[in-house]
């Protein structure tokens, strides 16, 4: 069983620019949340797709999109990058219905 | 909004000495509570969980208990070791179908040998 991976793992981009993480869910998994993690604090809850849909979105503006594909992959796009967004961006995933969720390793996105 | 406080934001021990983190939830509808080990560079890990229906779940050397009254929930980790030194993050969930995760701040832990 393959366990949750992302990629890139670490992305330096400038203010303004546009950026794209991917995602692969764990095998059986039909559902992926995104969260960012900023430095020294818990990660907060973006948004979470299942089977294809939004299921949810936490404080974040539109700027934050995301998609999620047939074989439940996921991206999170962001747009307009600003300094703040420079964090961890966490996936995890989880099977339909059920609370627990698996994280993956994180991409490290740095905004000069 | 909904929020999940943690304490201690650090805590040491002596290897050998019993931890404990404390969390307190503010949404009555959260009724699910993972615990997430996270060392420094790498995923966090789930450790622990608990829901609503249980006061208490132990797993060897951890224990999760829930006060649903006063809205607590605590991290109990005996018999410490080196290797259990890493930040602690808890959560708390509803089944609200989105089941998504409000984290609490944090705790670093460090064992000393």
């Known amino acids: 069983e393959t366990g949750v991976t992302q990629s890139p793992t670490h992305l330096i981009k400038t203010r303004g620019q546009q950026v794209t993480l991917r995602c692969s869910s764990q095998s059986g998994h039909n559902t992926v949340s995104w969260y960012q993690q900023a430095l020294g604090q818990g990660p907060q809850f973006i948004f979470q797709y299942y089977r294809e849909e939004e299921n949810g979105r936490g404080n974040f503006p539109p700027r934050f999109s995301g998609l999620q594909f047939p074989n439940y992959s996921s991206e999170l796009n962001v747009n307009a990058l600003e300094l703040d967004d420079s964090a961890l961006y966490l996936c995890?995933?989880?099977?339909?219905?059920?609370?627990?969720?698996?994280f993956g390793p994180g991409t490290r996105l740095l905004v000069l | 909004g909904e929020n999940v406080e943690q304490h201690p934001s650090t805590l040491s021990v002596q290897e050998g000495d019993s931890a404990v983190i404390k969390c307190t939830y503010s949404d009555s509808a959260s009724n699910y509570f993972p615990w997430y080990k996270q060392e420094l560079g790498k995923r966090p890990q789930l450790i622990i969980d608990i829901r609503s229906n249980v006061g208490e779940k132990k797993d060897q050397r951890i224990a999760v208990t829930l006060n649903k009254t006063a809205k607590h929930f605590s991290l109990h980790i005996t018999e410490t070791q080196p290797e259990d030194s890493a930040v602690y993050f808890c959560?708390?969930?509803?089944?609200?179908?989105?089941?998504?995760?409000?984290f609490g701040t944090g705790t670093r832990l460090k064992v000393l040998a």
């Open positions: 959560a708390a969930t509803d089944n609200s179908g989105t089941y998504k995760y409000i």
């Open positions: 995890a995933s989880s099977p339909g219905g059920q609370e627990t969720q698996y």
